[in-house]
């Protein structure tokens, strides 16, 4: 057996989500369909970095694999892109070690959150940006940022419900970037709860429209408490962008 390592992009306009669910177009279920026909109706496993929900996109996501077949590392890109649909892209495939995990290997992650600030939406950008109207105090939010970096229990900025216990995290770097009309959030961190990305996202917007002063940010991370935190941001303006090895 050999196993590949793969970084694949995504629209996630049309799919519920990475992982596999029944009765529901996912990215993991259209990649092991697609390895199904090259294995002649074999059922080989595909794991992932990490789960991204509906509507999120992927210009990194890292996958793996293991198969039986002897096709170079050079032709499989073409072998899975024959037999993918059109929103997903296989950007680059290599031959991996044999104890090699996608997901349990991770060192660090950087998700894009992009926002457009402006009155008017752009029907062309509607999947893939989160129109916000208001008007907005960028200073403010990247100062309220600077609070969320380092290490923190982050269960304000955690889905309730989400079963994880150890809710502790580091964000490395956390930026705002404006380029005319739209804001992208670039959050670095070695690992990230389930709708943290979104639920920051969703807070600093709060903070920049004046629902929230920088000196709250502190008591919010104290208060371990989802409701203490901001709405959650919508998936479509979410990206997962980079994942990074030892």
């Not at 092991?32 to 999120?56: C, F, P």
């Not at 150890?166 to 005319?180: G, H």
């Not at 004046?210 to 979410?238: C, N, Q, S, Y």
Request: hydrophobic residues 40%.
């Amino acid at each position: 057996m050999r196993r590949y390592r793969c970084i694949i992009s995504y629209d996630g306009t049309e799919f519920s989500g990475f992982q596999i669910q029944p009765q529901a177009r996912t990215v993991q279920g259209e990649l092991e369909k697609a390895l199904k026909k090259i294995h002649k109706n074999e059922i080989i496993q595909v794991y992932g970095s990490g789960r991204t929900d509906a509507t999120v996109h992927a210009v990194g996501q890292v996958i793996h694999f293991d198969t039986p077949l002897n096709i170079p590392a050079e032709k499989w890109g073409r072998a899975l892109s024959a037999n993918l649909p059109n929103d997903i892209v296989v950007q680059e495939v290599a031959e991996a070690d044999a104890d090699f995990h996608a997901r349990f290997h991770v060192i660090r992650k950087e998700y894009r959150y992009r926002v457009l600030n402006r009155k008017v939406p752009d029907v062309f950008c509607r999947n893939y940006t989160y129109h916000f109207p208001q008007e907005l105090n960028v200073q403010k939010m990247k100062e309220a940022a600077k609070v969320l970096l380092g290490t923190h229990d982050f269960t304000s900025f955690c889905s309730a419900g989400s079963p994880v216990v150890d809710k502790v995290r580091t964000i490395y770097e956390l930026n705002i970037i404006q380029q005319d009309d739209e804001l992208i959030f670039s959050i670095i961190g070695n690992g990230f709860l389930y709708n943290m990305v979104r639920i920051i996202v969703g807070t600093l917007l709060e903070a920049g429209t004046g629902k929230r002063e920088v000196d709250e940010m502190k008591d919010l991370i104290l208060a371990k408490d989802r409701t203490a935190a901001g709405k959650t941001a919508p998936g479509h303006g979410l990206y997962l962008w980079k994942v990074d090895y030892q």
